[in-house]
């Protein structure tokens, strides 16, 4: 038997559809204010992001106007020296220091306690120290917010009365400023350079010259970044984790008599670390 829709199913089926149609266009419209608002968030953060960049490649240019970076060949004090003569240490401590004055870079910021220069890298920068180990993190040279940070000294450290490990701190920017270059320690063409394998630090009152003799990557952690160590078997395990963690083509000799400095940076998003450390091998007082 042939049923007929009477007028008023009629009715419900079209105010039915005409729900359907009105809740997809609602739906529609959340999904392309959604993209929208993905969209434009993308784009403020890339406009921030190269806006930050631009303010620290021009705060680094004026710092390199304004002060000299000069090479020192002078022997300075041997620190720890190998028994061993054939040690790439007494290769290295041939190298000149690098001078920089510091007190034209602490009229500009009273935080300033150092200069950092390693080669083959875009690091040469001023190094700064507060109270804590997070105003660097979102703060540049010249104090105002930016999130490529700066270069700093963890605030437990003291750079005129090394601990058994200095550790300095930066953001791994994309551009290379900061220690964005540091990924380059980890390609064959700077491993394969024995020149490289030195960090320079220059302070108020001395020279330093440091001999890398680990690079590696791990994920997040603190044992790493230990500033002092309660005995000297408790060092001696550290400095036997962090040579073992080694990935670059060296064997350099360390032990508890020698003052660690540990260069920390992140090498992706998920936590990961890049980390270069080295051991004081000579010094020269101002």
Same mark, same amino acid.
């Given at each position: 038997?042939?049923?007929?829709?009477?007028?008023?199913?009629?009715?419900?089926?079209?105010?039915?559809?005409?729900?359907?149609?009105?809740?997809?266009?609602?739906?529609?419209?959340?999904? $392309?204010?959604?993209?929208?608002?993905?969209?434009?968030?993308?784009?403020?953060?890339?406009?921030?992001?190269?806006?930050?960049?631009?303010?620290?490649?021009?705060?680094?240019?004026?710092?390199?106007?304004?002060?000299?970076?000069?090479?020192?060949?002078?022997?300075?004090?041997?620190?720890?020296?190998?028994?061993?003569?054939?040690?790439?240490?007494?290769?290295?401590?041939?190298?000149?220091?690098?001078?920089?004055?510091?007190?034209?870079?602490?009229?500009?910021?009273?935080?300033?306690?150092?200069?950092?220069?390693?080669?083959?890298?875009?690091?040469?920068?001023?190094?700064?120290?507060?109270?804590?180990?997070?105003?660097?993190?979102?703060?540049?040279?010249?104090?105002?917010?930016?999130?490529?940070?700066?270069?700093?000294?963890?605030?437990?450290?003291?750079?005129?009365?090394?601990?058994?490990?200095?550790?300095?701190?930066?953001? $791994?920017?994309?551009?290379?400023?900061?220690?964005?270059?540091?990924?380059?320690?980890?390609?064959?063409?700077?491993?394969?350079?024995?020149?490289?394998?030195?960090?320079?630090?220059?302070?108020?009152?001395?020279?330093?010259?440091?001999?890398?003799?680990?690079?590696?990557?791990?994920?997040?952690?603190?044992?790493?970044?230990?500033?002092?160590?309660?005995?000297?078997?408790?060092?001696?395990?550290?400095?036997?984790?962090?040579?073992?963690?080694?990935? $670059?083509?060296?064997?350099?000799?360390?032990?508890?008599?020698?003052?660690?400095?540990?260069?920390?940076?992140?090498?992706?998003?998920?936590?990961?670390?890049?980390?270069?450390?080295?051991?004081?091998?000579?010094?020269?007082?101002?």
């Amino acid at each position: 038997m042939k049923k007929y829709m009477t007028m008023e199913d009629f009715l419900k089926t079209q105010t039915t559809n005409k729900d359907k149609k009105k809740r997809k266009n609602i739906f529609d419209h959340l999904i $392309a204010i959604g993209c929208f608002s993905i969209i434009f968030f993308s784009l403020y953060t890339i406009f921030n992001w190269c806006k930050d960049n631009s303010k620290i490649k021009q705060l680094n240019k004026n710092i390199q106007q304004s002060v000299d970076i000069l090479e020192v060949k002078d022997k300075g004090e041997a620190i720890n020296p190998p028994v061993d003569m054939n040690s790439n240490y007494y290769y290295y401590i041939k190298l000149p220091f690098i001078d920089v004055n510091c007190d034209t870079l602490l009229k500009e910021n009273k935080d300033t306690i150092g200069y950092i220069h390693i080669n083959n890298t875009n690091v040469s920068y001023p190094i700064l120290q507060t109270d804590n180990n997070i105003y660097y993190l979102n703060h540049s040279f010249d104090k105002k917010r930016n999130k490529a940070g700066w270069i700093y000294l963890d605030y437990k450290n003291d750079i005129n009365n090394l601990s058994d490990n200095t550790v300095i701190y930066g953001h $791994a920017r994309f551009d290379g400023t900061m220690f964005g270059s540091l990924k380059n320690v980890l390609s064959d063409y700077w491993l394969k350079n024995k020149d490289n394998y030195v960090i320079y630090i220059s302070t108020f009152k001395e020279n330093m010259l440091f001999q890398i003799f680990s690079i590696y990557t791990i994920e997040k952690e603190n044992y790493y970044i230990k500033t002092s160590f309660d005995s000297d078997t408790e060092k001696r395990e550290w400095l036997d984790t962090m040579k073992e963690r080694n990935i $670059a083509p060296i064997s350099t000799e360390v032990n508890i008599d020698d003052k660690i400095l540990t260069l920390s940076t992140c090498q992706n998003n998920h936590g990961g670390r890049i980390v270069i450390q080295a051991k004081l091998i000579k010094r020269q007082m101002k």
